[in-house]
């Protein structure tokens, strides 16, 4: 257990609104990563953190966007949620060379 | 741009039966990883190779890493139904961005 929590666990939500899904861990790691799981993709990476205040794109960043005021809290906003938001969310932290998951956000966009 | 392509994606299998697993991955990087997840689960790290030729085993699970042929394999020996699950391969971009494998989901019958 790699020390990493996300809120909420589950959320249903309508078109057009903001969502924000919080990432936390408690072990002081600089490396944070939030990821989207679809069938059949795999896991995409949408925005990384590499220290507080630092943050950069991955893949399939458009409509998202990240904020990490705090080593142990990495923000991930949809500022108008669409449907093709829905998703299973997953944060991540590195520690050396290994990336470990949190529990993941289950979002549907309505 | 790096893509990662699994196969079999889907893979149905007797229990005492072996069956690898592959994972080829288009331009160059020496950074492999595995990663177990159970249905509505997160995912689990099982392997991390780290140089050509690496090869790490665990149980019934072994996984090899050949950097010159861009292929890495996942060898499952004598399948109990307790490996049942997506397994999925992911590669490093030089920056600990990780690039995955769409996933195999393993059903092993009794």
């Known amino acids: 257990d790699a020390g990493i929590t996300q809120s909420p666990r589950h959320k249903v939500t309508e078109t057009g609104t903001p969502v924000t899904l919080r990432c936390h861990q408690t072990?002081?790691?600089?490396?944070m990563y939030w990821y989207r799981q679809d069938p059949g993709h795999g896991l995409r990476l949408i925005h990384y953190?590499?220290?507080?205040?630092?943050?950069d794109k991955g893949e399939v960043s458009d409509g998202y966007s990240v904020s990490r005021s705090k080593t142990e809290d990495f923000l991930l906003t949809l500022e108008s949620a669409t449907s093709s938001q829905t998703s299973v969310y997953f944060c991540?932290?590195?520690?050396?060379?290994?990336?470990?998951f949190g529990p993941g956000t289950r979002l549907t966009v309505l | 741009e790096l893509k990662v392509e699994q196969n079999p994606l889907f893979l149905s299998m007797q229990e005492g039966k072996n069956y690898t697993i592959y994972c080829n991955y288009s331009?160059?990087?020496?950074?492999l990883y595995w990663y177990r997840q159970d249905p509505g689960k997160s995912l689990e790290s099982l392997f991390v190779?780290?140089?050509n030729g690496a090869v790490k085993q665990e149980g019934r699970l072994m996984a090899s890493l050949d950097t010159k042929a861009r292929l890495s394999t996942l060898h499952i020996t004598a399948a109990v139904h307790d490996l049942s699950a997506t397994y999925f391969c992911?590669?490093?971009?030089?920056?600990?961005?990780?690039?995955w494998g769409a996933g195999t989901k393993l059903i092993i019958k009794p």
């Open positions: 072990e002081n790691h600089r490396y």
């Open positions: 992911a590669v490093d971009m030089d920056n600990y961005q990780l690039i």
């Open positions: 190779l780290l140089s």
């Open positions: 991540a932290i590195r520690d050396f060379n290994e990336q470990f």
């Open positions: 331009t160059t990087s020496d950074r």
């Open positions: 953190s590499y220290g507080v205040k630092d943050t």
